[in-house]
C-alpha cells in the first residue's frame, strides 16, 4: 500500500506548472469569494487546492500576490468571454453589444466567485489591487467604446462616446452586483434591461437629440 501512495505522490509532483497554478487559483478565487481577503487563510486555500503550503507559496508567492493573480486571471477569462459574444454578432453595433452584455452578464452568473473577487473583493481592498482593477475598466471601456464609435458618423455620436462606454461600464457592474442578490432574474433578463436603458438613450444621442434642464 506504502507504494502505491508512493507512486501517487511522484505522479502528483510531475504535474506541469500550468496545471498546479491553475489548481491553486481555483481554489483561491473560492476561498476569498467566500472569506473575504483578509478572513482568508493559505493554510485553507492550500487544503482546498490540495496542494501543501510551502507548494503554494513556492507556485504563487505570498496571499498579496495570490490574490493579485486571482483578479488577473479573472479579468482576463471575462474580457475573453465578452470580446468572444462581441465577435459572433454579425456587423451591426446594437447587436454586437447586445451579445457582448449577454456575454458579460452570463460570465457573472456561471463564475459568481470570480465576479466577487472581481468586483466585491477587490474593490474593497484598494491599495495594490486598485490598478488590476482600473485596468480591467479600461480595457472593457475601450471595447465598449469602440462599439459605439460604430453607431453612428455625427459629431453627437463622437462627443460623447468615451463618456457613455465609461458609464455603460459602470452601470453594467453596478447591475451585475445587484445580479449577486438577486439570482431569481436570468442572464437575458438582467443584460435587456441595461441594453434598452442604455441603448434607447445613446441612439437619442446620435440623433442630436439632448435633454436640457429647464431655465
Excluded at 506541469?16 to 489548481?23: A, G, I, K
Excluded at 488590476?132 to 479600461?138: G, P, V, Y
Excluded at 459629431?155 to 458609464?167: K, R, W
Aim: proline share 3%.
Amino acid at each position: 500500500m506504502r507504494t502505491n501512495d508512493a507512486a501517487g505522490r511522484v505522479r502528483a509532483k510531475r504535474l506541469p506548472r500550468e496545471v498546479r497554478e491553475r489548481q491553486i487559483l481555483d481554489a483561491a478565487v473560492e476561498v476569498f469569494s467566500q472569506r473575504g481577503y483578509h478572513a482568508a487563510s493559505m493554510d485553507e486555500i492550500s487544503e482546498v487546492a490540495d496542494i501543501s503550503k510551502p507548494m503554494v507559496y513556492a507556485y504563487l508567492g505570498s496571499k498579496e500576490d495570490l490574490f493579485a493573480a486571482c483578479i488577473r486571471r479573472e479579468a482576463t477569462r471575462l474580457m475573453e468571454a465578452i470580446a468572444a459574444g462581441v465577435s459572433e454578432a454579425g456587423d451591426r453595433p446594437d447587436v454586437q453589444l447586445w451579445h457582448g452584455l449577454r456575454a458579460f452578464f452570463g460570465f457573472v452568473g456561471e463564475y459568481r466567485d470570480s465576479w466577487q473577487v472581481l468586483h466585491r473583493q477587490a474593490s474593497a481592498q484598494g491599495g495594490p489591487f486598485a490598478q488590476e482593477l482600473l485596468d480591467m475598466r479600461r480595457r472593457a471601456i475601450s471595447l465598449v467604446a469602440a462599439l459605439l464609435m460604430n453607431t453612428s458618423d455625427s459629431e453627437a455620436a463622437s462627443l460623447h462616446t468615451d463618456a457613455m462606454a465609461a458609464a455603460l461600464v459602470g452601470a453594467g457592474e453596478s447591475l451585475a452586483d445587484w445580479w449577486l442578490d438577486h439570482p431569481e432574474e436570468s442572464a437575458g433578463a438582467v443584460a435587456a434591461r441595461l441594453m434598452n436603458l442604455v441603448w434607447m438613450g445613446f441612439g437619442n444621442l446620435v440623433d442630436g437629440q439632448m435633454w436640457q434642464p429647464p431655465r
